[in-house]
Each structure stands twice: as C-alpha cells, then as structure tokens.
C-alpha cells in the first residue's frame, strides 16, 4: 500500500509542480517498496514458504534455486510485481537529477505516474501474490515445467518486460507534446535515448524467446506467428518506425506528427500485448491462465487510446507545413521504411485481434495460421531489405549517389543467381538471400567510410537484421524432417543424416540415437514427465553445427521399451537467426551509448519547435 500511496505523491507533484525534490523522493520510495516487495517473494520462494498463495501455486522443494529464484516471473501476480520493480526504476531514471529537462518533462512524469498508479492498484487490490493459503500445503507444483527446461527463462521475461516498460517513456513524451506543442532538440533527444534503450532490450528479449521456443518446445522451430509473439514483435516494429522517423525529423523538423504518433502508439501496443496475455483471452504456450484482470487491462488501454485520439484531436490542423525533401533522399527513404513499418503492424496487429473480434461477435472460435502472416508479411520486409540497402547511398536533404550502389547491387544480384542455380528456394527465400548480401555489401563499404565509426551503433544493427533475413530463409526454405516410429536397430534419415535407435529407456522416456553420414556422434532426446502438473515435455536433443543443426525428438515410447517414435530434422544456418539477433542488440546498444549527430536544421536550433498552438 506504501508503493501505491507514494506513487499518488509523485502523480501529485507532477501535476502540481511542487518541485523536483519532492518527485524524486515519491520515486525513490516507490522504487524502495518495489524492491522490498520482489525481495520478500524472492524469500518466501527460496525458504518453500508454502502458506504463501504464490509459493503455493508456483514453487517447489524438488526445483533447482536458480528456477525457483526465477519463479518470480514464472505466474502472473509476481510477474506483475517484476513490472512494477521496473516500471519504478524508469519512473526514478526520469526524474533524476541528471534527466535534461524542458517544458514536456513534468507532463511526462505525470503521464508516468498515471500508469505507475494503475499497475501499483492492479496488483494490490485484484492479483496480491501475498495472500495467504490455508490449510498449508506440505509442497507446492512448482513453476510450468516448460519453464524449468532452459537457462534462457532467467533472462528472457526480464528482458522483454525491460524493453516493454521502458516504452513508457517515449509513450509520456509523446502526449505531453500532444499537451504543450513542445517537440524540441530536448524532446527528441530524450525520446531517441528512451527508444534505443527499449529496442536494444526488446530484441535481445524477442531472440532469446526465439531460442528457447527452438530448444524446449520441440517443433523445431522458432517463430509460430503466436499471439503472444506478435504482441512482443509490434511494439518493436513500432520502436523500429519511430527510430527512423526520429534520424530523419532530426534534420529537417518535418516528422514531429510521425514522431509523436509512434511514440504513443509504441506503449499503446505494449498495453495490447499485456492484455492478450494477461487476461486468458488467448490461448498461447507463452500466456498466462485466465484472470480476472482482463476487464481492468481493456479498460486502461481504451480509456488511454480515447486520451491520445482527443489529443491528436485537439492538435490536428494547426500543424505547421512540411518542408519537402527529394524522393530519393535520406529523409524518404527513412520514412518510406517507417511507413512499411507500420503497415506490418497493421497486418499483425488485423491477424492477431481477428479471432477476439469473431468470437466477441459471433461466440465463435477461429484461428489466423501462419500462412496469413507469412503471405501478407514477407513481401512487405522485402520491400523494407530493399531500401534499408538503400541507406548508405543516401544523404541528408539530398538525391541518391547511384554510384555508391554499384557493387552491393552487383553482389546481391551475383547472391541471387548463384542460390537460384544451385538450389530452389523458393522466390521468396531466394529474393532474401539476394537482398541480405546487397544490404551487407552496402553496410561494409559504409564501414571503411570515415565517418563509419561514428555510425558503428546502426551499421552493427542493420547487418545483425540482414543475418536474420538470412537465417530465416535458409532455415524455412532448406529444412527437412522425417518422423517415423522405430524398433531398437531401426534407422531414421533426413537430408544426409542417419539417426539409428539404439537404446530406449520407458521409465525415463529416454532414447538414444546413434548419428551417421553428415553428422556423427550420440544424440538423446527425452520426454519428461512432471507429476506435480501431469505434464509431460519433450526435450530435444541438438547437435550444433557451423551449417545447420541436428535437432532430434521423441515423441512416444512404449510401455516395453521395444519402439520410439522419432522425429529427425537438419535445420540449416538457424544459427544466423541467433548471430543477427545478437547483433542487432548490440548495434542498438551501442547507438543508444553514443552521441547523436550534432548537425541540426535551423528551424529546430534557433527556437522552440511546436505542433502547433491549440
């Protein structure tokens, strides 16, 4: 109750204006009651304090502590208390004393203390982990077994709510510019520091969940166009827009409306994805289970879409004119990506919500398959492969050097008819080989450009989404499978690999498989059985090599040990899929780390920019 009543404080103080120091302190003690409250979880965890609803329900005396440490974000109630743990530290980061401030901050952490208000209520008044339980269980299930399978489920969540939260930022910015026409060299600045941060974050989350829906929930692959995956990847998308609007609005003052607008609608579709999954309105391997939190989380989206449409509303038409740019310039091709950015959210977005619009209206069920988002997608990132190439060629205000293009063309067409003799891939697949070896010619020679350091940060990020484009074609158009039930000496082949059965242990749900031809060695997959849920998980078993992985799966074993149903799979560079992602972080990172460019358009330095007067 203490975190709620000094988050009040510091909405008070915001609104008010009753000074910094205050602000800081009310944020200080909601930081201070979110740790003490993570912490007396954390314990009651580590010490199996089972009259503890949540240790009750999700903790256990056979887990390991780094999993039951990690229980934390195994459910939703002390998920929600990880939210807000963060949700306070960007509350404290904003009103710091090293924050720069201008007209919109005090807005901003009043748009901040709203959002702190009704998550710190949430929690407290409809999903207390703390709630006691009687009579008191001797032992407890322990977490979803599905999250004791990987390493990467101590990272990911944190991860992903880090990236998500921090949205808040650009978010509050965006409607305190909404409130007082203010989108100075200030406002920019704080927003493009904010962004980067949460897009590095957002990444390094969206690919570790990658990675460890590949090693624990056995299909063997990473990305299933889920409900839940898309409610991560929108808001990325949207980070991703608004990144590129920001570096071109900051050379020629002409993109506020796009800025604001992708600020807001960045923290707009983190509240969507907390809403699919926090309210069991979906069904999803990465949601949570029913809750009667759903009503509340709907509410506090449409109350805040409704407050940035009147808003929007209330500033339209007094909008300052557009200064034009060359079609071919650096400012198009950046907002040509942002636009193609945000027609990729519109179809995910459509795809996603389109079986909660059917069922509300019609008490149907129906489901969006992947091949929706793989036919309305892949086109348009193509199109987004093509003018990220385009980037190195061009120049602030300026037309396109077509010379600078020369090369890279030539490789990528070079890439392209090289795959295109030698395998069939597919147009799509083969159209990304081509488009990734044309967007990386492109970034090396920037590179070795004097001012290549300088832009080390996106030259890094742009290569680490070209590997990606890479990886996920190679592995969608390259990998083969066989499935077949076998007796002991029987043998399984795909692709130039032989799996033969040599042992099967029923009790374990254990098989040992003897690799031959393009791998060699012992692989041995498993299902394990969890009493405490009766749930039963298979575990995979993957060989990693530098050009594909072996990827392994039983699927049944008899009662007598005398068959196993086998599932081989060569999945080839899947490990490019990791590489880009990994790269991608660190290229945001490191752009968020350094300086931006310190070349501005007058309009922007010699005085306060404004949306407009109201």
């Known amino acids: 109750m203490a975190a709620v009543a000094s988050a009040l404080m510091w909405l008070r ?78 509350a404290v980061l904003l009103g710091g004393r090293w924050a720069p401030a201008d007209a919109t901050r005090a807005w901003s952490c009043a748009v901040v203390g709203v959002v702190m208000v009704f998550f710190l209520a949430l929690t407290y008044f409809a999903a207390n982990p703390f709630a006691a339980v009687s009579p008191v269980p001797t032992d407890g299930p322990g977490p979803n077994p599905l999250l004791r399978e990987h390493p990467a489920m101590g990272v990911h969540p944190p991860l992903l709510y880090a990236g998500y939260i921090a949205l808040v930022v650009p978010f509050a910015y965006g409607v305190a510019a909404l409130l007082t026409g203010d989108t100075g060299t200030v406002w920019t600045t704080v927003v493009r520091r904010w962004t980067l941060g949460a897009w590095a974050l957002l990444t ?86 029913a809750s009667p939190l759903g009503p509340m989380l709907l509410g506090f989206l449409l109350l805040s879409v409704a407050a940035v449409l009147g808003l929007a509303v209330w500033r339209a038409g007094s909008s300052p004119g557009v200064r034009s740019s060359p079609l071919l310039s650096r400012e198009s091709a950046l907002l040509g990506n942002a636009v193609l ?77 090289v795959v295109g003799l030698v395998s069939r891939p597919g147009l799509s697949a083969l159209l990304a080989f081509g488009l990734g070896a044309y967007v990386l010619a492109g ?22 989404i070209a590997v990606v484009a890479i990886g996920v074609a190679a592995s969608s158009a390259y990998t083969t499978s066989s499935e077949r039930q076998l007796r002991l000496g029987e043998t399984v082949r795909t692709a130039g690999v032989s799996a033969r059965l040599v042992a099967v242990d029923s009790r374990q749900g254990r098989v040992r498989l003897d690799l031959s031809g393009q791998a ?95």
Do not use: K
């Open 13 to 90: 103080v915001a609104v008010v204006g009753a000074g910094a120091r205050p602000a800081r302190a009310a944020g200080w003690v909601t930081l201070g009651a979110a740790v003490l409250s993570c912490g007396a979880l954390e314990v009651a965890l580590v010490r199996h304090d089972f009259g503890v609803r949540y240790v009750a329900e999700n903790g256990g005396r056979d887990v390991p502590i780094y999993y039951t440490v990690t229980s934390l974000w195994a459910a939703l109630d002390g998920s929600l208390l990880l939210w807000l743990l963060i949700l306070a530290a960007c």
């Open 341 to 417: 950015l945000v027609v990729i959210i519109a179809i995910v977005l459509t795809g996603t919500l389109f079986p909660l619009l059917v069922e509300a209206l019609q008490g149907a069920r129906t489901t969006v398959g992947p091949g929706y988002f793989d036919r309305s997608v892949v086109p348009v990132a193509l199109v987004l492969l093509l003018l990220m190439g385009l980037a190195p060629a061009l120049r602030q205000g300026r037309s396109v050097r077509l010379d600078r293009l020369r090369t890279p063309a030539l490789i990528g067409l070079g890439t392209t008819a």
């Open 204 to 289: 390094a989350g969206i690919t570790l969940g990658a990675w460890w829906s590949y090693a624990v929930l056995g299909w063997g692959g990473y990305w299933a166009w889920d409900p839940v995956e898309n409610a991560s990847l929108m808001p990325w998308l949207a980070a991703t827009a608004l990144l590129h609007t920001l570096t071109a609005g900051r050379g020629t003052a002409a993109l506020r409306i796009w800025n604001i607008s992708l600020a807001c609608a960045g923290f707009l579709l983190v509240l969507v994805g907390t809403f699919l999954t926090r309210s069991g309105a979906v069904a999803s391997v990465h949601a949570f289970t």
């Open 520 to 614: 060699t060695g012992v692989s041995q997959p498993r299902l394990r059985y969890y009493a405490a849920r009766d749930m039963t998980v298979s575990v995979p078993a993957i060989q990693s090599r530098p050009l594909h992985d072996v990827y392994a799966t039983v699927l049944a074993v008899a009662a007598d040990g005398s068959t196993a149903t086998v599932r081989l799979a060569v999945n080839p560079m899947i490990a490019l899929v990791w590489t880009g992602g990994v790269l991608t972080a660190l290229g945001g990172l490191l752009a968020a780390l350094s300086r931006p460019s310190s070349r501005r358009d007058p309009a922007v330095t010699r005085q306060r920019v404004s949306v407009g007067a109201a």
């Open 443 to 464: 970034l090396l020679r920037a590179a070795t450009h004097p001012r290549g350091r300088r832009r080390a940060g996106w030259l890094l990020a742009h290569a680490g």
